[in-house]
């Protein structure tokens, strides 16, 4: 599975920006997916999840409200609509794909990794 997120840039405080995550290879349509995000100098942090099924949806509490995963499996894609976005945000952003059901704001959870996509928010 190869994963390639996009649709990151500049943006002011309050702004919008909608991440894509393309998977090519096989289906993801059998996987849980997520997006992490990383700030220079910190570690990697989760995000959001979401489940094959879509059944289940994880924020961190840091974007509860604010952003939103959603993914269309007919196009092997998955989204993550950031709204009121703040200084705060600022990282690249990876989407990632899970066998696993479970526990999937850990990190060592996730079987493949995107490139990564800078997000700038500025005040």
């Known amino acids: 599975v190869q994963l390639q997120a996009s649709g990151g840039g500049l943006v002011q405080a309050g702004g919008s920006l909608r991440l894509s995550c393309a998977a090519s290879?096989?289906?993801?349509?059998?996987?849980?997916m997520g997006w992490f995000r990383q700030a220079p100098g910190k570690e990697r942090e989760f995000v959001a999840a979401r489940t094959w099924s879509g059944g289940s949806t994880y924020y961190a509490d840091s974007v509860k409200g604010r952003f939103t995963i959603s993914r269309d499996n007919a196009k092997n894609t998955m989204y993550l609509q950031m709204n009121t976005l703040k200084p705060d945000d600022t990282a690249v952003y990876y989407c990632a794909a899970s066998r696993a059901s479970t526990y999937l704001r850990q990190v060592n959870r996730y079987d493949y990794w995107g490139q990564g996509t800078l997000v700038t928010v500025s005040s």
């Open positions: 290879g096989r289906s993801v349509s059998t996987y849980a």
